[in-house]
């Protein structure tokens, strides 16, 4: 690579360099005797300073090594609409001057000195996924070696467009790109290196990373293809960037109250099917339930379908069935104490079938209680002071109620317990439904 520098050519200051090469050079470009009294002696400065408009080369065929890394301090904001990752770095370019170079034995064993980066050649790289023009601060100076080697740090807010997928929010992980490159000078003139290995960066970015907020840096890639605009083929160096969301804020307030707001609606159907509570209790649930998903729309991505909106309105759908439920089964039981209709013979031997003391139920005592204590009270014949509607039936009507020899009360007991084995049924259905659908949504999740 400084092969180069022994190409003497017509330039004054070649010599010197060539110079550096076959060890230690007796004439140096800057002169620096007496730096240690006076200071740095402008003039001595003053020929490379004239020349900073110009690439500091010696055979303009020979493209400049720019070698970059950066240390990425934090991660300030993540916008899901605009698809913009706002990160702060401090971004270092390290090129060679071949125009600069001193003998620090003379110089009192000054061996860097900080010259203003105004009065040095800079090279113009940018980032190409940036949106938002360079806010460098004006004044930042460079350290320039005895050899010539010049360091430029420079820190830099950058705007960058990054695809961001938040399907899996609050379980996401983006990969953004930064793609390092120069405006205008193609791969003759300019070509990119790399100043530390990938892992030191991302060990730099984490030790120095200033972020303790809702992104992880998760790991640094690179790649290095050659950008092609119409015939000139740029050089660049793409940095993929993998950061990953910090759930614990969105599990608090999201998904466990969530979680509570179901497993009490699923708890719900505990409530006995009889009492008048069960529908205003959920109803209250839905409601606030409602409430919660006003008050945390500020926290979901304001774009796109995430995971998170599915599971929300799958929430809000079985509180919502769960309702529907409960006003299905209260209608039951109040037509079959009210007014019980026939009973097809089918439905009244699948009762009969399916009627055992062992039948896990949710509502198992009340079910003893009203149900099959019904029809032992009645069967005793005695009356059941509380029932409304409840009474013997004629032979004659209970031939006409189905034609199977029921008596009236027989009718009712039937269909409340009817009512229960709907609501145990639909009950199930409703758990296994939850459970299936919690479980996709998990198992999305950790995928
Ligand atoms: C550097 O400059 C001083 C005077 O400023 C001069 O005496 C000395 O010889 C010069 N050294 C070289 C190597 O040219
Ligand atoms: C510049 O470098 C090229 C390629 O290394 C070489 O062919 C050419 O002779 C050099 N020019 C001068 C003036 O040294
Ligand atoms: C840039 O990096 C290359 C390879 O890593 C190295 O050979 C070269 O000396 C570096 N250039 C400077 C100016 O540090
Ligand atoms: C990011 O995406 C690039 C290409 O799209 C890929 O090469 C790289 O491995 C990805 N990084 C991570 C951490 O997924």
Known sequence: MEGWWSTTGGFLLCLSASLLLQGRANTFTINCSGFDQHGVDPTVFQSVFNKKDYRPVINF????????????????????????LTSFLWLKLVWNHPFISWDPEECSDIKKLAITAENLW??????????????TPDGLSAYVSNDGRVVYNKPMRVTSICNLDIFY??????????????????????????????????????????????????????????????????????????IRRRP?????????????????????FYLPAESDNRAPFKM????????????????????GTSLISVYFALCLSLMVLSLLET???????????????????????????HTSPTTHCPTVPQKENTGLGLISTHLSGLK???????????????ELNGGSGLTRAQLVDLWVQFGHMMDNLLFRIYLLFLATSVTTVLVLWST
């Open 169 to 242: 929010f609050p379980f996401d992980q983006q990969n953004c790109t930064l793609t390092f490159s120069s405006f205008l000078y193609t791969e003759e003139s300019m070509l990119l290196g790399m100043d530390k290995e990938v892992w030191e960066i991302m060990d730099d970015s984490c030790d120095h990373g200033r972020t303790q907020g809702e992104w992880e840096l998760l790991g640094i890639n690179k790649a290095n293809p050659k950008m092609s605009v119409g015939t000139s083929l740029f050089d660049q160096i793409m940095f993929y960037v993998a």
């Open 384 to 398: 059941e002071p509380g029932r409304l509607g409840v009474k013997e039936l004629g032979p004659k009507e209970a």
């Open 248 to 268: 614990t804020l969105y599990i608090i307030n999201l998904l466990v109250p969530s979680s509570f707001l179901v497993a009490i609606d699923a708890l719900s």
């Open 284 to 303: 209250t649930l839905l409601l606030g339930y409602n409430v919660f998903l006003l008050n945390i729309s500020n926290l979901l991505p304001a774009t």
């Open 61 to 84: 065929s020979i493209p400049t090594r720019i070698n970059i890394s950066f240390t990425l301090s934090a991660i300030l904001e993540v916008d899901a609409q605009l698809q913009l």
């Open 327 to 353: 006003i299905f089964v209260t209608y039951l039981l109040h037509l079959a104490t009210i007014q019980p209709p026939s009973m097809p013979r089918w439905l009244h031997s699948l009762l009969l079938h």
């Open 122 to 135: 800079l090279p113009d790289i940018f980032i190409v996924e940036s949106m938002d023009v360079d806010h």
